[in-house]
């Protein structure tokens, strides 16, 4: 028997004695994205609970109802979410197409038959339960690309210390798959939802290896197109206004006025809170029913008037960690569908977090993006806890054969 084949021999009964016995549960697990994830859905729902509690001077006893229904989303959200950690790659990319297609069915069909909201035809009425299907279909994008971007065959599916170089075909099919769902949302019309959709594919295609010349022609073709959406007339009225206050706060007049007021009441909620805040429940923006769509645009500014700088820092703290979590996962990964899929999960995480915060405080426009975990809304949090379940999925298979093939 020569060397070489002894070699082989060794990695080959050493991957059949791993599959054998399998590594201990704790090895399996992250605990630091489990328990900040957690605990942030915890501070969440008390977040809402006192956002929609009852203005001051109700004598009536407290409204638990959103409280209710947060708490519901969340334990419905972990059940998922654990499922979606032991499903394979292969049996995603095996359902894609149709899960693909439901995807823009349900993009269509919420513009014949959805619910318009402040503006926005972006929801389905199922039961009691609203269904925003722009939301999972996030997870879907996220998925589509990562498919695309990643070698398919399994010899090259393994991860190199060096990206390869994507091919323009492949760039362009993704470009393909992400202005058609892009599309459909901007006829709601959701500008929040398309810009988290456009930062999802721009960071993964850069992660991908696409070639630097390529990206920078897909950016102008994006800031050609945005320019071309804000002097047409595919944006709503109120989202024109939006964007006045933020781009021209000196001149505001007319309809601008009401959301300058409305970021106004947002700021001084904030500042109310100083350092220790004014005590949970205790918020006089809050609890006088000052700011607008508190308990799911503008559920920071909760935080920030009642726990105060304190409080709100702890609760930037605990999304950080989940950010930092998903990232650290995305450079353990297996194989590059792996660290693709954890990468475009991150991007959609990150530009919420920075998005719903920095509206909250003036410093990005008002475009109605939910704070992952924190903010109300059935949609918005199973599309996050699933989506870190595939996270926690993708962290379970870092130690699978993939590793062991590459390493030896």
Do not use: C
């Not at 149709?98 to 039961?127: D, P, R």
């Not at 997870?139 to 498919?147: E, K, P």
């Not at 170089?165 to 019309?189: D, E, G, H, K, Y």
Request: hydrophobic share 55%; glycine share 8%; net charge positive.
């Amino acid at each position: 028997m020569t060397a070489a084949t002894s070699v082989s021999f060794t990695a080959k009964d050493k991957a059949r004695r791993r599959r054998a016995s399998p590594d201990p549960w704790w090895m399996l697990v992250d605990p630091l994205l489990i328990l900040s994830t957690l605990a942030t859905a915890a501070m969440g729902a008390l977040l809402v609970y006192s956002a929609t509690r009852g203005a001051a001077g109700d004598f009536a006893e407290p409204d638990t109802s959103y409280l209710e229904r947060q708490v519901l989303y969340i334990l419905v959200g972990l059940v998922v979410a654990v499922a979606a950690v032991f499903v394979p790659p292969q049996m995603i990319r095996k359902f894609f197409p149709a899960i693909f297609l439901m995807m823009l069915a349900g993009l269509l069909v919420v513009l014949q038959f959805g619910v318009e909201v402040n503006g926005t035809q972006a929801w389905l009425v199922l039961g009691l339960f609203r269904l925003q299907p722009s939301e999972p279909a996030k997870l879907v994008l996220i998925i589509g690309l990562a498919m695309i971007l990643s070698p398919s065959s399994r010899v090259s599916a393994l991860k190199s210390s060096v990206p390869a170089i994507v091919s323009l075909p492949r760039t362009l099919a993704a470009l393909a798959m992400t202005l058609v769902p892009t599309a459909l949302i901007m006829l709601q019309p959701d500008v929040g939802t398309t810009l988290v959709y456009l930062v999802i594919a721009l960071l993964m295609v850069v992660v991908s290896g696409v070639r630097v010349r390529w990206i920078a022609l897909l950016a102008i073709v994006a800031i050609v197109g945005a320019v071309g959406i804000y002097r047409s007339d595919v944006l709503a009225e109120y989202q024109e206004a939006r964007l006045r206050v933020y781009l021209f706060p000196s001149d505001v007049s007319g309809e601008s006025a009401s959301y300058a007021f409305n970021v106004e009441q947002a700021q001084i909620a904030i500042g109310n809170g100083g350092l220790r805040g004014q005590g949970l429940f205790q918020g006089t923006q809050t609890r006088s029913d000052l700011v607008p769509q508190q308990q799911t645009d503008f559920i920071f500014t909760v935080a920030g008037e009642e726990l105060g700088l304190r409080g709100a820092s702890v609760l930037m703290g605990l999304l950080a960690l989940v950010l930092f979590r998903v990232w650290r996962t995305a450079q353990l990964a297996a194989t590059p569908f792996d660290q693709l899929m954890s990468t475009g999960i991150f991007a959609m995480l990150v530009f919420q977090t920075f998005q719903s915060v920095g509206m909250t405080m003036g410093m990005m426009p008002v475009t109605g993006i939910p704070l992952p975990l924190v903010s109300y809304g059935g949609s918005s949090m199973l599309t996050t806890l699933v989506a870190l379940g595939l996270v926690a999925g993708v962290y379970r298979r870092r130690l699978g054969i993939e590793g062991m093939t590459r390493t030896h």
